[in-house]
């Protein structure tokens, strides 16, 4: 067995695009009447002023189709996945007892992506969102190599020695993360050489950066990790490959982007790693049975001041009104930060001789023939993270990760809310409210009814994730899911999913107070 195939054993098969990651194929010719939706939004992350082939239907010849409930659940629960932390001698040791996890598509194919995985020769859980742009080539490499670069970042330097010896002897490898797929998250078989030979050459430089019996620092390994493998990227769109298939692929890795959001789960000691504006939010349990929201990231966009204050201190002040528009990097990235994305990142002369270069396939990509307006002092984006650390407490109970999709859909304490009712089935009977909006007796009774309706169906969905995304896609002004409203959602065409709401991506990760509150106190002087 080939020693790439070797460390990389246990991954799925690969796979195209699975059918059911395509948004409502069967119903995409049907949709309830367009007013009932919410309105249109704006693209998320780049939007390209010409889009060829874009052509939407007109109302008239729409449909009215109502989903029913089987219909719906059969499109919500297509991708979910659950993973429960095995117990030993009957106990869990673990402060993580498990997650579940989602997508829903917007675009066709989905441009998100998701992993998690247990690091084998370390200790500790990884778990990351990738929402992509421009494609989905750049979230699908993050998806399958993230994870190594930070696992060998955590490597201590005598099992970074042991690694490459075992590599030029020929000896087995043991695998570095377990990983735990669903089984439409494919990985790039045909890549998987390329990805090895890079992976090899960064632990060979750690090899000669650090000295034995040097223990790695957490963060550090995290930030080397991401700057590292967006590196990789970029040498390796411009170094090209003899395969024609793969020459493509790492030019359509490099040209489209993606922001990373990552939790390292080791103990009472939680990290997150966040590039762009997908969301790390934690459910705190308050002492009245409540839960709050503490949110473990930022957003890397224009509503971050800090994030403008960095990006305007890079360049020079004659870029300033221009570095920024329409609260957009260079008025087309919404994401600050991002992997990938060489259009803004690469000097104006290497795009071109890359480009040159190239296959003929990626010329007939839009993407790749425009420069960036008021593109002057490159790079414009950095895939750098920012880390926050958090020691997780007894109260502590639930980790939500998202792509933008979701909190742009929902307020984070709602989010929080209504994943802890649903993990405890203890609801909190908060005032009705009905948003200003003139109700009836007829119309609150029924709002009324709607609420014991939901409470008593609360377990209908058997993953966490599920049930959060439900309410994403399904809530109406009210904030209760409507059916109606999550019907026509869910059966909108490809062709206007995308401008109603964006992809989604959701993992929620559990934790064991018990093994929490044990190892605190193990740890206290």
Same mark, same amino acid.
């Given at each position: 067995?080939?020693?790439?195939?070797?460390?990389?054993?246990?991954?799925?098969?690969?796979?195209?695009?699975?059918?059911?990651?395509?948004?409502?194929?069967?119903?995409?010719?049907?949709?309830?009447?367009?007013?009932?939706?919410?309105?249109?939004?704006?693209?998320?992350?780049?939007?390209?002023?010409?889009?060829?082939?874009?052509?939407?239907?007109?109302?008239?010849?729409?449909?009215?189709?109502?989903?029913?409930?089987?219909?719906?659940?059969?499109?919500?629960?297509?991708?979910?996945?659950?993973?429960?932390?095995?117990?030993?001698?009957?106990?869990?040791?673990?402060?993580?007892?498990?997650?579940?996890?989602?997508?829903?598509?917007?675009?066709?194919?989905?441009?998100?992506?998701?992993?998690?995985?247990?690091?084998?020769?370390?200790?500790?859980?990884?778990?990351?969102?990738?929402?992509?742009?421009?494609?989905?080539?750049?979230?699908?490499?993050?998806?399958?190599?993230?994870?190594?670069?930070?696992?060998?970042?955590?490597?201590?330097?005598?099992?970074?020695?042991?690694?490459?010896?075992?590599?030029?002897?020929?000896?087995?490898?043991?695998?570095?993360?377990?990983?735990?797929?669903?089984?439409?998250?494919?990985?790039?078989?045909?890549?998987?050489?390329?990805?090895?030979?890079?992976?090899?050459?960064?632990?060979?430089?750690?090899?000669?950066?650090?000295?034995?019996?040097?223990?790695?620092?957490?963060?550090?390994?995290?930030?080397?990790?991401?700057?590292?493998?967006?590196?990789?990227?970029?040498?390796?769109?411009?170094?090209?490959?003899?395969?024609?298939?793969?020459?493509?692929?790492?030019?359509?890795?490099?040209?489209?982007?993606?922001?990373?959001?990552?939790?390292?789960?080791?103990?009472?000691?939680?990290?997150?790693?966040?590039?762009?504006?997908?969301?790390?939010?934690?459910?705190?349990?308050?002492?009245?049975?409540?839960?709050?929201?503490?949110?473990?990231?930022?957003?890397?966009?224009? +509503?971050?001041?800090?994030? =403008?204050?960095?990006?305007? #201190?890079?360049?020079?002040?004659?870029? !300033?009104?221009? %570095? &920024? @528009?329409?609260?957009?990097?260079?008025?087309?990235?919404?994401?600050?930060?991002?992997?990938?994305?060489?259009?803004?990142?690469?000097?104006?002369?290497?795009?071109?001789?890359?480009?040159?270069?190239?296959?003929?396939?990626?010329?007939?990509?839009?993407?790749?023939?425009?420069?960036?307006?008021?593109?002057?002092?490159?790079?414009?984006?950095?895939?750098?993270?920012?880390?926050?650390?958090?020691?997780?407490?007894? +109260?502590?109970?639930?980790? =939500?990760?998202?792509?933008? #999709?979701?909190?742009?859909?929902?307020? !984070?304490?709602? %989010? &929080? @809310?209504?994943?802890?009712?649903?993990?405890?089935?203890?609801?909190?009977?908060?005032?009705?409210?009905?948003?200003?909006?003139?109700?009836?007796?007829?119309?609150?009774?029924?709002?009324?009814?709607?609420?014991?309706?939901?409470?008593?169906?609360?377990?209908?969905?058997?993953?966490?994730?599920?049930?959060?995304?439900?309410?994403?896609?399904?809530?109406?002004?009210?904030?209760?899911?409507?059916?109606?409203?999550?019907?026509?959602?869910?059966?909108?065409?490809?062709?206007?999913?995308?401008?109603?709401?964006?992809?989604?991506?959701?993992?929620?990760?559990?934790?064991?107070?018990?093994?929490?509150?044990?190892?605190?106190?193990?740890?206290?002087?």
């Amino acid at each position: 067995m080939p020693v790439a195939s070797q460390l990389l054993r246990g991954l799925p098969r690969a796979k195209v695009f699975a059918t059911s990651l395509l948004p409502c194929q069967r119903h995409q010719s049907h949709i309830g009447s367009i007013p009932a939706l919410p309105a249109p939004r704006g693209s998320s992350h780049l939007w390209l002023r010409h889009q060829a082939g874009r052509c939407y239907q007109t109302s008239s010849v729409l449909h009215n189709y109502i989903l029913t409930p089987p219909q719906v659940n059969s499109i919500l629960k297509a991708n979910e996945y659950s993973f429960k932390v095995p117990e030993f001698d009957g106990k869990n040791v673990s402060s993580v007892m498990g997650f579940e996890s989602n997508q829903l598509p917007a675009n066709a194919p989905i441009e998100d992506r998701r992993s998690a995985a247990t690091c084998l020769q370390t200790r500790g859980m990884l778990l990351g969102v990738f929402d992509g742009h421009a494609g989905c080539a750049c979230a699908q490499a993050l998806s399958e190599r993230l994870f190594y670069y930070i696992a060998v970042s955590l490597l201590p330097h005598d099992t970074l020695c042991e690694l490459e010896a075992a590599v030029e002897a020929g000896r087995a490898l043991s695998p570095i993360l377990q990983w735990c797929k669903h089984p439409n998250d494919y990985f790039s078989r045909e890549a998987q050489r390329l990805y090895f030979n890079s992976l090899r050459t960064y632990w060979q430089e750690l090899i000669d950066l650090t000295s034995p019996g040097e223990v790695p620092d957490t963060r550090e390994a995290l930030l080397n990790a991401f700057k590292r493998l967006d590196s990789d990227i970029s040498l390796e769109a411009q170094v090209g490959d003899s395969s024609a298939f793969l020459h493509y692929w790492v030019l359509r890795v490099a040209f489209s982007g993606a922001t990373a959001c990552v939790a390292h789960i080791d103990g009472p000691d939680l990290f997150i790693a966040n590039a762009g504006d997908a969301r790390a939010v934690l459910g705190v349990q308050e002492e009245d049975g409540s839960f709050s929201a503490l949110t473990l990231s930022n957003d890397h966009n224009a +509503q971050n001041e800090t994030e =403008v204050a960095r990006i305007r #201190g890079e360049h020079p002040h004659s870029e !300033r009104k221009t %570095v &920024i @528009r329409q609260d957009r990097l260079l008025s087309l990235l919404m994401p600050f930060r991002a992997f990938g994305d060489v259009k803004f990142k690469w000097s104006i002369e290497l795009q071109k001789r890359v480009l040159e270069s190239g296959p003929d396939q990626l010329h007939e990509n839009e993407h790749t023939k425009f420069i960036p307006p008021n593109y002057h002092t490159p790079p414009y984006l950095t895939a750098e993270p920012e880390i926050t650390y958090h020691r997780l407490r007894p +109260q502590d109970r639930f980790l =939500v990760i998202g792509s933008d #999709g979701l909190w742009e859909t929902l307020h !984070r304490q709602e %989010v &929080i @809310r209504i994943v802890g009712e649903y993990l405890t089935g203890v609801h909190q009977r908060q005032p009705l409210k009905v948003g200003g909006y003139k109700v009836t007796l007829g119309q609150m009774q029924g709002l009324l009814e709607e609420r014991k309706a939901r409470m008593s169906s609360a377990f209908e969905d058997q993953n966490s994730a599920t049930h959060l995304m439900r309410h994403a896609v399904g809530n109406n002004e009210f904030g209760t899911v409507d059916h109606e409203r999550l019907s026509k959602m869910l059966s909108l065409p490809e062709e206007l999913a995308r401008m109603y709401r964006d992809d989604i991506t959701i993992i929620v990760t559990q934790f064991n107070p018990h093994v929490i509150g044990v190892q605190r106190q193990e740890e206290q002087p």
